[in-house]
């Protein structure tokens, strides 16, 4: 498998991963063992915006302020400029950081993908294809994120939904049993919920159920009018 072919490849992996709710958390993760894996490099991770922009010393602002990468940098030569990033890049045996500033689909540039390696400089076709890689990850993770905010809304309106129909069934019930209207019926469930500190829904879903058998609130006894 050609080089463009195995790049392809990693994108369709990633798009399969970003449609899994389940796999979708771990897209930034696979990018970085994809590209680790098809630059040969020793390693690589990626800084989101936010931690980026507050770390001091750090490579990850000037990338992501000037949205400009930052090739095959030796980092031997990098100690005055950043210098906990360094010392802990050289600590973990890389010599070399290509650096790239990962856009979402609006282009704005959202992270900062870090590329490591030891004495080999990459060509700027793998860089080409690297940013490629991470620009369609941070689409990608935006379209999940998307998707399951609409996935959740659509939940709660399903559950509200349900929760309403059974409320409707329940007052229709009790209306029946007790020969009230429906009002009637539905302060009588409201009134046990509150009394009993539970959801109307699950009350109203036991009375559903017959599980639960309530009736009209006693009325307060009368006195009995003074003798004359």
Same mark, same amino acid.
């Given at each position: 498998m050609d080089p463009e072919q195995q790049w392809m490849r990693s994108a369709l992996g990633l798009a399969v991963a970003a449609a899994d709710e389940a796999r979708s958390p771990s897209l930034v993760r696979q990018l970085c063992q994809d590209c680790t894996?098809?630059?040969? #490099?020793?390693?690589?991770?990626?800084?989101p915006a936010d931690d980026a922009g507050t770390l001091q010393g750090e490579p990850g602002p000037e990338?992501?302020?000037e949205d400009r990468a930052l090739l095959n940098i030796d980092l031997r030569q990098q100690a005055a400029r950043w210098p906990r990033f360094t010392g802990r890049a050289l600590a973990d045996g890389h010599t070399v950081v290509t650096l790239l500033p990962l856009h979402d689909s609006t282009g704005r540039p959202r992270a900062v993908l870090q590329l490591f390696g030891r004495d080999r400089e990459l060509s700027p076709a793998e860089t080409d294809s690297a940013q490629w890689l991470g620009d369609l990850t941070m689409v990608l993770?935006?379209?999940?994120?998307?998707?399951?905010?609409?996935?959740?809304?659509?939940g709660? #309106?399903?559950r509200a939904l349900n929760s309403r129909v059974v409320i409707e069934q329940a007052k229709?019930?009790?209306?029946?049993r007790l020969g009230t209207g429906t009002g009637e019926a539905f302060g009588v469930l409201r009134g046990h919920a509150r009394s009993n500190r539970l959801k109307l829904a699950d009350v109203a879903g036991a009375v559903v159920a017959r599980e639960l058998r309530i009736g009209a609130p006693r009325s307060a006894p009368q006195s009995a009018p003074p003798s004359g």
């Open positions: 894996a098809l630059l040969r #490099l020793s390693g690589a991770c990626v800084t990338c992501l302020r993770r935006d379209q999940s994120d998307e998707l399951r905010g609409h996935r959740e809304t659509a709660q #309106l399903s229709g019930m009790l209306a029946e």
